[in-house]
């Protein structure tokens, strides 16, 4: 069967919600990666009420680091957990957040992570994802996937480690321009979703939602990639 893995730089909601909203709509996502998800004053009803407005809901449980993992109807929860990473003085605390879930019977370990902008933090902390997340994957029986805001071009040190461990899919299968940032004048590509090698990749590339509610919603674009799992 084909799943529908994406990730989303939510640029904490400081933009216009209502076309956050109907983007994430337009994803059509079994698992949605976010980041800079609300994380101060009443981040938990903030993080449900987009979730529930774009018929999704809040699959991890903490706030760390403003990353969390959403999943859509047709996807089960069999486990959550966050991981906060190693700490770098001076820099924001970045962490992991993790959801194992199943979707007519393909079970996927989904993590959601945001690299920093130092070139030292940003490439420990892809390999200090990518240990945790392959270990709670062979903990479930589960296909590693990992998605998020890489802060870094691809053929930069951090982006060539997990597309080393995993296979970048927009690399795999694009479709589009496969660029992310900035949303009004898409310029780079800094966001991305890496599938352990075996899984087949469909397609991977952006959104079909209107111009202006894809620059509206957020300083970055999403990136949607179409997984098949199992049998």
């Not at 996502?29 to 980041?35: I, N």
């Not at 994380?39 to 699959?59: E, K, P, Y």
């Not at 299968?173 to 890496?194: C, N, Q």
Request: proline share 4%.
């Amino acid at each position: 069967m084909t799943i529908r893995v994406a990730t989303y730089n939510l640029h904490g909601l400081r933009d216009s919600v209502p076309a956050l909203t109907r983007v994430i709509t337009a994803a059509r996502a079994d698992v949605l990666c976010v980041q800079e998800a609300p994380r101060f004053g009443r981040w938990r009803t903030r993080r449900a009420a987009l979730a529930a407005a774009a018929g999704l809901a809040v699959a991890t449980p903490d706030r760390a680091g403003g990353v969390a993992v959403l999943v859509g109807r047709r996807t089960r929860v069999l486990h959550a957990e966050s991981h906060r990473l190693r700490a770098f003085l001076g820099l924001e605390r970045r962490a992991l957040a993790v959801a194992v879930v199943q979707a007519e019977g393909a079970r996927l370990a989904v993590g959601s992570l945001h690299l920093d902008l130092s070139d030292p933090a940003r490439m420990h902390h892809a390999a200090e994802a990518v240990a945790l997340l392959e270990d709670v994957a062979a903990r479930h029986g589960a296909a590693v996937v990992l998605a998020g805001d890489v802060n870094e071009h691809p053929h930069r040190p951090a982006w060539r480690y997990l597309a080393g461990r995993l296979s970048d899919c927009y690399a795999v299968a694009p479709k589009g321009e496969g660029l992310t940032f900035p949303a009004a004048r898409p310029s780079a590509r800094i966001d991305g979703v890496f599938a352990a090698r075996g899984t087949h990749v469909v397609s991977c590339g952006g959104v079909d939602a209107a111009i202006a509610d894809l620059t509206g919603a957020s300083d970055h674009l999403p990136v949607v990639a179409e997984l098949r799992v199992g049998h």
